[in-house]
Every structure is written in structure tokens, then in C-alpha cells.
């Protein structure tokens, strides 16, 4: 009985470290377990991932670059349009990429646009409906301008054809300045000056019908601009639609002769300062079955010449020619 007793106990303490010994081991490896990392924590083989990201990156790196060259700047002599009158010319070629400019300094200087920013407020009033150029005669206040055929119902066309600015306040002032500056800023514009809306700084009028910020007022821009700016209208990478620039070119269209090859879309701009002219232009684009270029005629104060808008149509024409 005794022996038994003791053989019993002697089972018992082997069962109970046993036991002991179980627990201690699946503890272990419990805390074995937590410190090895999940499956998710693992580091994966990273040759896989980073040469896709090498690749992407220099997609990108390449594309950014491609969009990103500077177009070739060619001064070139022009002089034998200009007959000593002070001046400057841009041809943009976007095909090939460059610039043709004569005088670069006066090319860079920026001026009041004066009526070719007839371009850019037609643009804005024909892409917000502001105007429809089948329903768009506006009425004369019966105040007699200097201008003749500024004194008599006018409609679009022809307000445009005869640069008539009192017709022009009126689309402005509809526009509103909201939209202008978000327009003028859309189209990097110059300055995108408009804090002169009425145009008082003017000094060679104070009639409120017509002055503005676009006529020898805060709005500036130079002849490079006017050209990249036209660009940005009518180019491929355009953010105007396909009506509003149709719209546009039917009214900026240069009458040519019929056996012409090219086509000139512009528009003729002067400013004057105590009387005397200082700001003359002329600037669009032109065309062929081949190509398109933009272009910007720009004359200053020239004392003993003619400076004029016609006489920077006059020139421009002469340079387009010979370019195309």
C-alpha cells in the first residue's frame, strides 16, 4: 500500500512538469511568433517596384522637358520695312518652333494695346454670350464723336471693322470685371492691369464713352506677348470654342486678292498721348494650306514720321509675305 502511495506521487510530479513544460514552450513560441514579422511587414523585393517608378519618372522627366524647351529666338534686320520709323516686328512659327523678331528690346517693352484689344473683349463677350454677331447692333446716343462712322447704329462687324469705342465700352462694361481679369489672366495677358476700368489715366481724352483700360491706360503688353497671346486663341493647344473662333476670324479677316495664298486674320490698334501718336499696331495671325504664324507689327513715337496703324498693317503685310 505504501509502495504504491509513493509511485503514485512520483506519477503525479511527473505529470505536473510536464505540464509545466508544455505551457513554457507555447509561450515561447507565442513570443517567438509575435516578434517575428507578418507577412504584410515583410520587405518585398523592391526590384520589382522601384524600376517601374525609375520608369515612370523619367516619362514624366522627358515629357516635362519636351513641353518645357524654349522656343529658338533669330534676331533678324527688318529695318528696310520700317524706313527709320521706331518699330519692332514678331514672327511665331509654332511648326518650327521660333521666333523671328526685329528689334528685340522694343519687342519686349510692354504698351497700351489700344484697339487690338478688340480681339480679346470680342473674344470673351463671343465665348460668354454676350454677343451673337447676327443680333448685335448696338444704338447710337446721337452724341456726335470724331469719327464719323461712329455716329449711327452700329453692329459688331462693323464696330470692329471701324474700331468704334464707344460700341466696345459697352461689351466691356457687360463683360464685368469678374470676368475680364479671370480672362485676361487665362490668357496671360501682359500686366492683366484692369484697375484703370474707366480709363482715366487717359490724357488725351476724358470722354467716359470713349476711354478704358486698354487705351493708354494700365492694361500693357508687348509685341512678343500680343503674339503668344493670339497663340493661345487660335492654336492647337486652345481652350476657346471651335464657334467662338470662327466667329472670331470672320470679323479679323484682312481682305486679300483672290489669287492671295494667304490669308491675314488682325487687327489694328493707336493710342495717343497729348495728340501726339504713341502706341501704333497691328497683330493676328496668318495662313497658308501648310502652315500658320502668328505675328505683331509694333510702331512708337517717331518724330518726322508717319506713325500709324495703317502704316503698321502696311508692314506687317510686307513681312508676312516675304516669311510665307
Given at each position: ?92 512659327d509654332p511648326t518650327e518652333h521660333c521666333y523671328q523678331i526685329y528689334n528685340q528690346k522694343l519687342a519686349s517693352t510692354r504698351r497700351s494695346p489700344c484697339s487690338t484689344f478688340k480681339i480679346v473683349s470680342s473674344l470673351i463677350a463671343l465665348e460668354h454670350g454676350i454677343l451673337e454677331p447676327d443680333n448685335s ?149 496668318a495662313e497658308t494650306d501648310e502652315k500658320r504664324i502668328y505675328f505683331c507689327v509694333y510702331l512708337g513715337q517717331t518724330d518726322n514720321k508717319n506713325v500709324s496703324s495703317t502704316k503698321a498693317k502696311e508692314i506687317a503685310v510686307k513681312i508676312i509675305s516675304a516669311y510665307l
Amino acid at each position: 500500500m505504501k509502495k504504491t502511495t509513493i509511485s503514485f506521487k512520483v506519477y503525479c510530479c511527473v505529470l505536473t512538469l510536464s505540464v509545466f513544460a508544455l505551457i513554457g514552450c507555447s509561450k515561447e513560441n507565442d513570443i517567438l511568433a509575435e516578434n517575428q514579422p507578418s507577412e504584410s511587414q515583410v520587405p518585398k523585393n523592391t526590384s520589382q517596384t522601384e524600376e517601374p517608378a525609375k520608369e515612370k519618372t523619367e516619362t514624366v522627366s522627358d515629357k516635362f522637358q519636351e513641353e518645357t524647351v524654349e522656343p529658338v529666338i533669330t534676331e533678324i534686320d527688318w529695318s528696310k520695312y520700317f524706313k527709320k520709323i521706331n518699330g519692332a516686328a514678331v514672327i511665331y512659327d509654332p511648326t518650327e518652333h521660333c521666333y523671328q523678331i526685329y528689334n528685340q528690346k522694343l519687342a519686349s517693352t510692354r504698351r497700351s494695346p489700344c484697339s487690338t484689344f478688340k480681339i480679346v473683349s470680342s473674344l470673351i463677350a463671343l465665348e460668354h454670350g454676350i454677343l451673337e454677331p447676327d443680333n448685335s447692333t448696338r444704338t447710337w446716343s446721337g452724341e456726335v464723336f470724331w469719327n464719323e462712322n461712329w455716329n449711327k447704329d452700329i453692329d459688331f462687324y462693323n464696330a470692329f471693322h471701324d474700331s468704334c469705342v464707344w460700341y466696345f465700352r459697352e461689351v466691356v462694361d457687360e463683360i464685368g470685371k469678374d470676368i475680364t481679369q479671370r480672362e485676361l489672366n487665362r490668357l496671360q495677358y501682359g500686366n492683366c492691369d484692369i484697375s484703370d476700368w474707366r480709363g482715366k489715366l487717359n490724357n488725351n481724352n476724358n470722354n467716359p464713352a470713349l476711354t478704358g483700360f486698354w487705351i493708354e491706360s494700365s492694361l500693357l503688353v508687348s509685341p512678343k506677348e500680343q503674339t503668344e497671346v493670339i497663340e493661345r486663341i487660335f492654336g492647337d493647344n486652345t481652350t476657346y470654342s471651335k464657334k467662338t473662333r470662327n466667329q472670331l476670324k470672320q470679323v479679323m479677316l484682312l481682305s486679300e486678292p483672290n489669287d492671295s495664298t494667304v490669308s491675314i486674320y488682325g487687327k489694328t490698334g493707336m493710342g495717343k498721348s497729348h495728340g501726339i501718336v504713341v502706341d501704333a499696331w497691328y497683330t493676328g495671325f496668318a495662313e497658308t494650306d501648310e502652315k500658320r504664324i502668328y505675328f505683331c507689327v509694333y510702331l512708337g513715337q517717331t518724330d518726322n514720321k508717319n506713325v500709324s496703324s495703317t502704316k503698321a498693317k502696311e508692314i506687317a503685310v510686307k513681312i508676312i509675305s516675304a516669311y510665307l
